[in-house]
């Protein structure tokens, strides 16, 4: 196995760009493998490389790991981004999940039709401002500190930027009304490792396009819809 982080996936965002986010924040480099074809993911599943048969998968440390919440648990772990104690793990879990969750209505946008995108757009829009972003907001002002636990970087602030970001793609002005967001939104974003991560010719991926689509169908052979939640 390399001795950087390697990882298996499509050469766009899905599951693994939270992934990248977290090295990245970390100051780890990393290696991609980029599925393009049936074959490169039959390969991987007869050699038993994704114990799920499925994808993200990592190789890092003498292990293929699978399981995007495992793997970014470890990485968190690994790089001192997971809290001191339990108290403050109970804490990052706890906001990463709901950061997941606001994820989880902008994972499907790309394969939606293009009137379902549109029903899709203003739910991501309604759920961002009126059930996560207000509680990241009530958290930030009630502690006053810079960070979301312990007024230290973690996880979980990488992962609500990452989400920030992804929901300003679909409404640029989302942040109107969240004046700690914005701040919080500033400060990590210039954080040295994140900095460089937001920079032009990193490894951040961009927003889906149609080619990313049809490359995630073809390989996984996903013929079937997706309809807007």
Known sequence: MSAKPKLYYFDGRGKMESIRWLLAAAG???????????DQYEKLLQGGSLLFQQVPMVEMDGMRMVQTRA?????????????????????????????????????MFPFLSAEDKEKQRAL??????????????????????DFLIGNNFS?????????????????????????????????????????????????????PDDKYVETVRRVLRMYYNIKAN
């Open 155 to 207: 996880w979980a602030d990488v992962h609500l930027l990452e989400a920030i970001l992804m929901v300003e793609e679909k409404k640029s002005d989302v942040l109107l009304g969240f004046p700690q967001l914005q701040a919080f939104k500033a400060r990590i974003s210039s954080i040295p490792t994140i900095k460089k991560f937001l920079e032009p010719g990193s490894q951040r991926k961009p927003v």
């Open 28 to 38: 780890v480099e990393f290696e991609e493998e980029f599925l393009e074809t049936r």
């Open 71 to 107: 793997i970014l648990s470890y990485i968190a772990a690994k790089y001192n981004l997971y809290g001191k104690d339990l108290k403050e793990r109970a804490l990052i879990d706890m906001y990463v999940g709901g950061t997941d969750d606001l994820m989880g209505f902008i994972l």
């Open 124 to 145: 991501i829009v309604e759920k961002a401002t009126s059930r996560y972003f207000p509680v990241y907001e009530k958290v930030l002002k009630d502690h006053g500190q």
